[in-house]
């Protein structure tokens, strides 16, 4: 079933849906089965200590809301999903959905269903890594522009995890826990049996408490915010430093992935401002850096320019697009949008 990337729900606790192809693993202790449905897809890992699962579908018995990123545990495993709404140009989609069936040629991890008859229109499923286990989804929206791109990754408590495939600073694994906290304080109450004087004293200590959680709390997610926008940590942690490719003050890095594949990574990890593709390049503007992701014999190369010097250096490209030669805010505003 084709819809927008609005109409998407996600859970983790659907009922098993009807599939029409998938990819499965065995790794450790884990075994994934990541399933191609009509309406997107669902992923279910069998732990040692139960099951996790993740549903991202059409669903008409629940309302449709599509998270930025969430979290679960089973037992001593914790499973992390992270989701990415864009709307694009047609040509950015062709050339990302063609990317996905030119890899799925030669890539065994990768299972890629078409919907209709737009080979643009689809749902791709791959396998990441298996230690720890991980994978990713894309989907694909022609009629509306939309592309929607989901990371999982499941590892025990006690173990790191991977730079690559997750979107760093959004929503902590560490909030819940804040959360809980101050709920907790909320709703403590005075012990019935001691004076008013002294439930008075208590209370007091108790919203001098609640301010500092919130007060810490709201330092976070600010903190969070701003990290948004930076994207050269992730670079620097994915890809491969080749400075004999630098640009005068342009930072190169490379890859065997495809520009594609590399934009959607870069992207899904640190959202920019704007995204746009010419002739196969891909260029992402961030608050403070626009970085060009290119094609090379061997694969892609990732130039990193402070955002004057890359606008000056790609200005005959990225100035028709509207992109001033100031930097652009680094507030987008919205909330992490919706998916297929």
């Known amino acids: 079933m084709d819809v927008s990337a609005r ?30 449905l009509g309406a997107s897809h669902q992923a279910v890992v069998t732990c040692p200590d139960g099951t996790l699962s993740e549903t991202v579908a059409y669903r008409d018995d629940v309302d449709p809301y599509l998270p930025a990123s969430h979290t679960q545990v089973c037992g001593e495993w914790v499973h992390q999903f992270s989701s990415l709404t864009e709307t ?57 522009g939309q592309i929607v791109t989901t990371h999982s990754v499941v590892r025990r408590r006690d173990q790191s ?41 208590d209370v007091k200590v108790l919203v001098i408490i609640v301010v500092i959680v919130v ?36 930072r190169a890095y490379t890859t065997d992935l495809t ?18 593709t010419d002739a196969g390049n891909h260029y992402l503007q961030y608050a403070k850096y626009i970085i060009a992701v290119t094609a090379t014999a061997t694969g892609t190369k990732i130039l990193i320019d402070d955002y004057r010097r890359g606008h000056q250096r790609h200005s ?14 680094g507030f987008r505003g919205g909330g992490p949008g919706s998916g297929k």
């Open 161 to 201: 995890s991977p730079a690559r495939r997750l979107l760093p600073n959004r929503f902590p694994c560490t909030a819940p826990d804040h959360g809980n906290y101050l709920l907790t304080l909320i709703l403590w109450s005075p012990d019935s049996s001691l004076d008013d004087s002294m439930q008075t004293k």
């Open 7 to 36: 109409s998407l729900s996600f859970a983790t606790d659907a009922p098993d849906i009807p599939i029409l192809n998938e990819l499965s693993v065995k790794t450790g202790n884990l075994s994934l089965s990541l399933r191609l």
């Open 88 to 144: 694009v140009p047609w040509s950015q989609l062709r050339d990302r959905a063609h990317a996905q069936h030119s890899e799925a040629k030669y890539n065994p991890d990768l299972l890629v269903g078409v919907f209709g008859a737009e080979r643009e229109a689809l749902t791709a499923l791959e396998i990441t890594a298996r230690d720890p286990l991980g994978w990713r989804t894309v989907h694909t929206y022609p009629q509306y």
């Open 316 to 329: 005959v490209i990225i100035t028709g697009w509207g992109w001033s030669s100031s930097p652009p805010s």
């Open 215 to 250: 007060g810490f709390i709201a330092t976070a997610v600010a903190c969070v915010n701003l990290g948004n926008d930076d994207p050269v940590d992730f670079i620097e942690s994915t890809y491969t430093r080749s400075a004999h490719l630098d640009e005068d003050s342009g």
């Open 259 to 276: 520009p594609a594949q590399v934009r959607s990574e870069i992207g899904g990890a640190v959202s920019p401002v704007d995204a746009r």
